[in-house]
T-cell receptor
């Protein structure tokens, strides 16, 4: 069964600093990988996803993530944090088509941005 | 374009009461999902549907039932609510499975006393 581990339930950075949110997965086959963001009292919105092809994926709001198969990782980064980036971030993994449809989410990382 | 709409937004139940949560999507998506979100546990899949008239169990289905009588609607029922079902419930929909994006509603906050 697949699973997702997000290292660090809380991350705090200063405005303008690098954002790095860590995600590791376990899966018997190369999965699809996602990062979602949740702002207070809202549903989840897709930031970016990896399906096939280029391992460096660019998403909305200046975020990007790199799929590293050898490390089973899909870490999310942003070069310069903005106050509006404060939110909870979820990494998720899903098996390829033909297998069960369960999307598995990590426990989430709450990002705080200090002025 | 409303996307995914959940009703109600908030609800308080007493132990043993029943209720139904409604999810409606206007994107003509085939797949629909119900998740629960609990602190420190991320989202966990309760049930999902791959098309009108079909449903399947997810990771945590016990205590819940679902129905998909119309393509645009996916109902989640609690027949006899328990305090352990206090949570935030999210509905989502997508065109297909695999790498397709799931679109989420704003959530329903349920408290069972």
């Amino acid at each position: 069964a697949q699973s997702v581990t997000q290292l660090g339930s809380h991350v705090s950075v200063s405005e303008g600093a690098l954002v790095l949110l860590r995600c590791n997965y376990s899966s018997s086959v190369p999965p699809y990988l996602f990062w979602y963001v949740q702002y207070p009292n809202q549903g989840l919105q897709l930031l970016l996803k990896y399906t096939t092809g280029a391992t460096l994926v660019k998403g909305i709001n200046g975020f990007e993530a790199e799929f590293k198969k050898s490390e089973t990782s899909f870490h999310l980064t942003k070069p310069s944090a903005h106050m509006s980036d404060a939110a909870e971030y979820f990494c998720a993994v899903r098996p390829p088509e033909g297998m069960n449809n369960d999307m598995r989410f990590g426990a989430g990382t709450r990002l705080t941005v200090k002025p | 374009n409303a996307g995914v709409t959940q009703t109600p937004k908030f609800r308080v139940l007493k132990t043993g009461q029943s209720m139904t949560l409604l999810c409606a999507q206007d994107m003509n998506h085939e797949y629909m999902y119900w998740y629960r979100q609990d602190p420190g546990m991320g989202l966990r899949l309760i049930h999902y549907s791959v098309g009108e008239g079909t449903t399947a169990k997810g990771e945590v289905p016990d205590g819940y039932n679902v129905s998909r009588l119309k393509k645009q609607n996916f109902l989640l029922g609690l027949e006899s609510a328990a305090p352990s079902q206090t949570s935030v419930y999210f509905c989502a929909s997508s065109w297909t499975s695999g790498g397709d994006i799931q679109y989420f509603g704003a959530g329903t906050r349920l408290s069972v006393l």
